[in-house]
């Protein structure tokens, strides 16, 4: 239910971008959040879709909304805290932008030519290229090379702010995270093949 009540406080700072609430009750026994209706589809990630710009602004967009000093949120470091090589490589993600993370194709509707984001039950707090970042993963699984994937990445602004340091290391985190995901669910396809495209693009950040 934490998660409910997080999702409920965070949307007056992320609508439009997301649904607005219309109302939240709890009674005890239930907790229901009611959101606007979107009339839309979940994204096309796959080389060549029309929906890849439509992502990049809405990515773009959130990249300007810092995380609220009244809401309590995870930070990046934290959240990857156990695929750090050293206890420094935390700063290097470090910031104060209000972040999604969860960029499942799922999650991102397309309503005429705008890109609305749902489910922000794990909003955190980072550096505004981060869920670019988290993008690439996804568009590598869904067909991108990790070159490519990266200069779809690069059309958000806030990208050319993080280091190749810093990027490789979140690569790296991405490679551990995913990989430990899939080994506790061998017979889930996504998940499996969001650890290949996390490996993919370690191995092509590394020297």
């Known amino acids: 239910m934490w998660t409910q009540k997080r999702e409920a406080t965070i949307n007056r ?7 607005r609430l219309l109302w939240a009750i709890d009674d005890g026994e239930w907790n229901l959040l009611g959101f606007e209706h979107l009339d839309g589809r979940p994204a096309d990630y796959s080389p060549g879709s ?3 710009p439509v992502i990049a602004e809405a ?7 810092r995380a609220p000093s009244d809401v309590e949120l995870k930070r990046i470091e934290q959240r990857l805290a156990d695929y750090f090589d050293h206890p420094n490589d935390a700063e290097l993600l470090r910031g104060n932008t209000l972040l999604h993370t969860d960029w499942t194709p799922d ?7 705008v890109a609305r984001v749902v489910d922000w039950a794990w909003p955190t707090a980072g550096a505004a290229w981060i869920d670019a970042a988290c993008w690439v993963v996804w ?14 990445a690069a059309a958000t602004p806030a990208w050319s702010t993080a280091s190749a340091r810093a990027v490789d290391v979140f690569a790296t985190a991405q490679d551990r995270l995913w990989a430990g995901i899939a080994a506790d669910a061998p017979d889930i396809v996504w998940k499996q093949s969001l ?9 092509y950040r590394r020297p």
Request: aromatic share 6%; net charge negative.
């Open 139 to 152: 568009l590598i699984s869904a067909g991108h090379t990790p070159a490519d994937a990266e200069q779809w």
């Open 50 to 52: 029309n929906d890849l």
């Open 59 to 65: 990515i773009t967009t959130l990249s300007r909304v």
């Open 195 to 203: 650890a290949t495209a996390a490996n993919q693009w370690a191995t």
């Open 13 to 19: 700072y992320v609508a439009p971008l997301a649904p």
């Open 107 to 113: 999650n991102v509707l397309i309503i005429h030519n």
